[in-house]
């Protein structure tokens, strides 16, 4: 939560030093685009589970960290990273599905495979870092890269996020690349014009895979 609050207060502050206070016009942009940006960034967490704890419906994906416990078998017990393929690996059990499954799905299906080996086993599984969870910036922003999705994101909290726009952006011609379905899809961002109050329904939410680009 600190990290969002900090967050609020440099984008409160960037809105307003690009905007600047010359004349009552600017004055007047300067409050609505301060007030634009709290309201921005409160919205998705009203009413959400803000919560660091990750559930058991938590949906695996490559790349994540997962630490394996056998209660009272620390010998079985793991910490393991999910492979391309999709599987990872466990002491006498093999190679095991794992992407696309809830980690509560997984437990269940372990404590199947170790009933074998182990009388009445309980397993759990915990998420120790997610890295399937990503999405990326490209172009003129203070920080291009890849960034962890950690609590729900809009694309102008994106922006915040990768150090605004530098000093050439285009700012009126944001895109972000979505795969769906085996096909990736264009939206659109106008920044100049949702500071304005127009088209606010275009500042969507970022999804896993999803690219931003600033050109």
Do not use: H
Request: contains cysteine.
């Amino acid at each position: 939560m600190i990290k969002i609050y900090f967050e609020s207060f440099w984008m409160v502050f960037y809105f307003g030093e690009k905007i600047g206070m010359k004349s009552k016009k600017k004055i007047t942009a300067q409050f609505f685009a301060v007030v634009m940006a709290i309201f921005i960034l409160y919205c998705p967490f009203a009413g959400a589970d803000q919560s660091t704890e990750v559930g058991k419906d938590y949906l695996i994906g490559v790349g994540d960290v997962l630490e394996v416990q056998v209660w009272q078998e620390p010998e079985l017990s793991r910490t393991v990273t999910v492979r391309l393929d999709g599987k990872v690996s466990l002491p006498l059990v093999g190679d095991i599905d794992a992407a696309g499954q809830s980690t509560g799905n997984l437990d269940r299906l372990l404590e199947k495979r170790f009933s074998d080996l182990v009388t009445e086993p309980s397993v759990s599984v915990m998420l120790v870092e997610s890295r399937s969870r990503r999405y990326y910036v490209v172009g003129q922003v203070g920080q291009p890269g890849e960034f962890a999705i950690d609590y729900p994101l809009t694309l102008l909290q994106v922006i915040a996020r990768s150090g605004g726009f530098q000093e050439w952006a285009k700012k009126d011609e944001i895109k972000i690349i979505r795969r769906q379905d085996g096909r990736e899809e264009f939206f659109t961002f106008n920044y100049d014009s949702f500071v304005k109050g127009k088209d606010l329904d275009q500042n969507l939410l970022i999804v896993p895979g999803d690219t931003v680009i600033v050109p």
